[in-house]
């Protein structure tokens, strides 16, 4: 959780939300994991671990846990607007009167969302604002409903790669929601005709990479931080029939074996912030998981400092394409 949502919460007089068990929803870290009567709902693999690690108990899935048990919620609000929309849905499972706390930076979109809610809510109430933040409260107003499943949040879309058509499923709150990314597809464009053997993307969003490469890899390996990325990328994997080691892990699985190719299309944000340690983490242990000759590739934007990164530890970098926003490296462990 941002130090300056944290601030806010703290600063409250009256904090009701320690007074019944309460489950926070988005946590951006563990600030709240001390109050003992939360429960998490996380999004990212790295926080639910930080929450377990103080003894809460904390989701990391993308469907909801059993809403029904809770009487009141926090949701720290996400940048990604669908992915708040989804979780408001699914809050349609709590029982009558449970109470619901909105909280995030003003950049987040709080204001907005508070004003955009299901008719089963009450109006919202503006509690606090300051450090550019603002927390407000609301309550469930109706019975308890079953919310919509997540397939029908999935959303299926196709786009051209060397003359034939592909697709991707995708979900809230995963990377490209309505079309295939430009410097993903720079990527795929560059490794078409190369045989890739047993392959690792990291980093793999809805799966768009790891299927495009079906055709020349030998074995495929994902993996992602976000639960709900690796439910888009069993949906689009489960659509081409195809078999992949799809793991949910905080940067590199665990008992991680060696490939012949790593790819990836490497995030540079966390929520709103920019964020090169998840990048530099991954480059930084990339070598050790690649056999002898095996080969790194990522695209990222050409502002970032990949080249550098990259250099540092396979002691080599080459740039395969440039398109004048994005370009695609090329590493070799020798």
């Not at 320690?18 to 109050?35: C, S």
């Not at 469930?140 to 034939?164: C, F, K, M, Q, S």
């Not at 969003?205 to 790891?210: E, K, L, M, P, S």
């Amino acid at each position: 959780m941002s130090s300056a949502i944290f601030s806010l919460l703290e600063r409250q007089h009256e904090q009701p939300w320690r007074d019944a068990p309460l489950l926070v929803i988005n946590p951006l870290d563990d600030a709240l994991a001390t109050l003992k009567n939360a429960e998490a709902w996380c999004f990212h693999a790295g926080t639910a671990s930080q929450w377990q690690a103080k003894g809460n108990v904390a989701y990391c899935q993308a469907s909801a846990p059993d809403i029904s048990q809770y009487t009141q919620v926090m949701l720290v609000v996400a940048k990604e607007k669908a992915l708040n929309h989804y979780i408001l849905e699914q809050l349609t499972a709590l029982p009558t009167d449970a109470i619901v706390w909105l909280v995030g930076e003003k950049r987040s979109g709080v204001q907005s969302l508070a004003k955009k809610l299901p008719e089963s809510f009450s109006k919202a109430r503006k509690v606090a604002s300051g450090n550019h933040c603002q927390l407000f409260s609301l309550s469930h107003i109706e019975a308890a409903t079953d919310p919509r499943p997540l397939t029908d949040y999935a959303t299926h879309v196709h786009y051209e790669l060397n003359g034939h058509t592909e697709s991707f499923t995708t979900l809230p709150g995963v990377f490209s929601q309505t079309h295939i990314d430009p410097a993903t597809q720079l990527l795929l464009n560059t490794l078409s005709e190369k045989p890739l053997g047993q392959v690792l993307d990291f980093a793999c969003g809805a799966g768009v990479i790891t299927s495009a490469l079906r055709q020349s890899a030998e074995h495929l390996t994902a993996c992602d931080v976000n639960p709900m990325a690796i439910a888009a990328s069993t949906m689009t994997f489960a659509q081409q029939g195809i078999e992949v080691d799809l793991r949910l892990a905080d940067g590199l699985p665990d008992n991680l074996e060696v490939f012949d190719t790593i790819v990836s299309n490497p995030p540079f944000h966390t929520g709103q912030k920019t964020d090169y340690a998840i990048a530099r983490k991954f480059l930084s242990s990339a070598r050790k998981h690649l056999k002898k000759n095996g080969a790194l590739y990522i695209v990222a934007n050409r502002f970032l400092p990949w080249p550098e990164v990259i250099e540092e530890h396979f002691g080599h970098c080459e740039t395969l394409v440039d398109d004048g926003r994005y370009r695609v490296y090329e590493a070799i462990r020798r």
